[in-house]
């Protein structure tokens, strides 16, 4: 059986889904690569939300009232930084800053963003491998009615407001994939690849922005699956309905799956999209049903355990349609 699970992972929804992966996958078989478009450089630190996101969530240090963060967190910094009069539209928690403070110094030193990631998170126990993009920086910048907008003061200072008219991915082509996720897309023992329920414009298209990862991914020897983030038309978290909308595109879980046709194998909607029009399916894409909504841990590893259930159906399917000639080429090739 092959062991190896890859999360691509971005935002909220992708941190829960990699920590209900880990609930159930030993340590060494887990690697979440995460999308690091989103990372801006504040007060003079280096802030990677949705690395840190991401390693909260393993270390079950991660906030479940707002979403992000630390649990637990404190506020003196703010508070002090505020009564400065420096700018404190991106909070920083007290728990929160330390991590901060310690990659920016590290990396100072001359460590590289995934060397410095693996180093915050084995000090926080966290076993599974948490691999950047790209040491490389990658920025994600919002090209709005309003003009072109950096990612955070897209989504935190202007709270997503300005009308979204497309998306640039700044120095992705330059940028290198990282060496350990491509290695890890490429195992010989790699079991499964999931999307996890990301938004698919800011979260996992800076991923697949960056030279070599689509095609690691449409090459990968396992099924590939995507969670979808939409459901009921909407939004579980952030701007991705709102995207969605401005972009012309429809507001559903299928549009979403219509947008990942070509590079994944099947599609996991929540049970409340069923009735979804079938003309809407993606030609040759498997869509699943379940529930979706990952209020609690406990639905976070049932969630991922139906998700890893789909593996060697998949492969299975697969090696049939590659028989017969099907898009995707035999993943236990």
């Given at each position: ?93 007290d ?61 935190v200072?202007r ?11 700044e ?36 991923i ?11 090459s ?101 349609a ?12």
């Open positions: 059986m092959n062991s190896r699970v890859v999360a691509l992972s971005g935002g909220v929804g992708g941190a829960k889904l990699v920590q209900g992966l880990s609930q159930l996958l030993d340590g060494a078989a887990l690697t979440a690569i995460v999308n690091t478009g989103d990372d801006f450089e504040h007060l003079g630190l280096r802030i990677s939300p949705d690395i840190d996101s991401v390693v909260y969530a393993l270390a079950g240090l991660d906030d479940p009232e707002r979403g992000w963060g630390r649990c637990g967190e404190s506020w003196t910094f703010m508070a002090a930084l505020k009564a400065l009069g420096g700018p404190t539209w991106f909070a920083l928690g728990g929160d800053l330390a991590l901060h403070v310690e990659r920016t110094r590290r990396m100072a030193e001359g460590a590289t963003l995934g060397e410095v990631t693996q180093q915050l998170a084995r000090a926080l126990g966290v076993r599974a491998r948490v691999v950047p993009m790209s040491d490389d920086p990658v920025r994600t910048r919002v090209i709005t009615d309003e003009g072109e907008l950096g990612f955070q003061d897209y989504f200072n709270r997503c407001a300005p009308r979204i008219r497309s998306l640039r991915f120095g992705a082509d330059r940028a290198r994939a990282h060496p350990e996720a491509l290695e890890a897309l490429s195992a010989p023992d790699l079991r499964l690849v999931i999307v996890c329920p990301s938004n698919p414009f800011v979260s996992i298209e800076p697949l922005a960056v030279p070599g990862m689509r095609a690691a991914l449409e990968a020897r396992a099924p590939v699956i995507a969670v979808t983030p939409i459901i009921g038309g909407r939004a579980v978290k952030g701007p991705a309905a709102k995207m969605l909308a401005e972009l012309g595109l429809a507001v559903s879980a299928r549009a979403v799956a219509r947008h990942y046709s070509g590079l994944i194998d099947a599609f996991v909607l929540d049970r409340i999209d069923e009735q979804e029009p079938a003309a809407d399916a993606p030609a040759g894409m498997r869509l699943v049903y379940a529930d979706t909504l990952m209020r609690d841990r406990d639905d976070r590893r049932r969630l991922a355990a139906e998700v890893l259930s789909l593996a060697e159906p998949l492969a299975t399917e697969a090696v049939s590659h028989t017969h000639g099907a898009r995707r080429p035999d993943p236990r090739r």
